[in-house]
């Protein structure tokens, strides 16, 4: 099967110019948005120290102001200035970082960050990407990175510049186009408990491979929003969706997966890694097709099919 944990560097896209890297890090370092590719989906950055600046992200998406946003570091090392990093979190980030797997741990009491990307939370979303793109502003910028979906609140992510611009439009000044992201889906959050660990979304890493290195899950209660991805009503294409479906009906544009063909296919061959990558782009299809509807072909749950089927529930919701 193929890893959606590590890309492989030949799928990055294409080259970026030094030139295009250092105007989106100096426009960052001044405060302005800029949208950049991740091995996810495209990402609305902003400096995360500056509360300006990330007050411009939540403005451009129309996102509220209790949801938290993840923020992007190029190392252990850069989230050891942020959070609080245990024994667990450590082990994770050595085997996982970088990649997409975002972590939720308890905020420095001198962080930097502006307060509106914690959402009065204690804890932080600290993530360090894979994508060389946005790696390479990273280690341009000043200081770390506020990065959520690059679209609308709540609709369908951006997994190609296209989508961004056909979401956000004006309201972003410049857009690093690095070509379609590998993955497809957001990150996989995991929030580090007193006593274990909890799954806040599940994504391109799985919940078996975090049960490989620190043990089973420990589901504590907890009351609110954590981390993104948690609205029950998210990655909506704007049109009624109807899942488990194994032929269209009448005004349905058919997304199909395996045997079940439609009018876009996930992944004729049934390979879930692929049909995560191609999700969004699939949602995106059927948002801007004449039908008035949407069916979706049933989605194993195993591996990272409950990734696809947690960012399908949503858009249906």
Known sequence: MKDATHPDPQD???????????????????????????????????????????????????????????????????????????????????????????????????????????????????????????????????????????????????????????????????????????????????????????MLRPGPLTGDAIAALLGPERNESCTGIEAPGQLSSHYAPGKPVRLNALHAEAGEFLIGFGTVRGDFDLSEKGDLVEAGSRLYDALHRATHAPEERIAVAPIPSGGIGAAINDRLRRAAF
Request: with cysteine; net charge positive; proline share 10%.
């Open 12 to 198: 990055a896209g294409p080259a970026i110019p030094d030139a295009v890297i250092a105007e989106a890090a100096a426009r960052l370092d001044n405060g302005e948005i800029v949208a950049l590719p991740t091995e996810t989906v495209y990402g609305l950055a902003a400096r995360a120290d500056d509360a300006e600046a990330v007050a411009r992200i939540y403005a451009a998406k129309g996102r509220p102001s209790f949801n938290p946003l993840i923020v992007h570091v190029l190392d252990q090392e850069g989230a050891r200035r942020l959070v609080h990093v245990g024994h667990r979190a450590a082990l994770l980030m050595k085997r996982f970082w970088p990649g997409p797997l975002t972590l939720v741990l308890p905020a420095r009491d001198a962080s930097p960050l502006a307060p509106a990307v914690r959402a009065g939370l204690p804890t932080v979303a600290v993530r360090s990407p894979a994508h060389p793109v946005m790696r390479a502003v990273l280690a341009r910028c000043a200081a770390p990175l506020a990065a959520p979906s690059a679209n609308r609140s709540g609709g369908v992510s951006p997994t190609c510049a296209a989508h961004v611009r056909d979401s956000l439009g004006e309201n972003v000044p410049m857009v690093v186009d690095g070509g379609p992201t590998r993955a497809g889906l957001e990150s996989t959050i995991v929030a580090i408990r007193d006593q274990g660990w909890s």
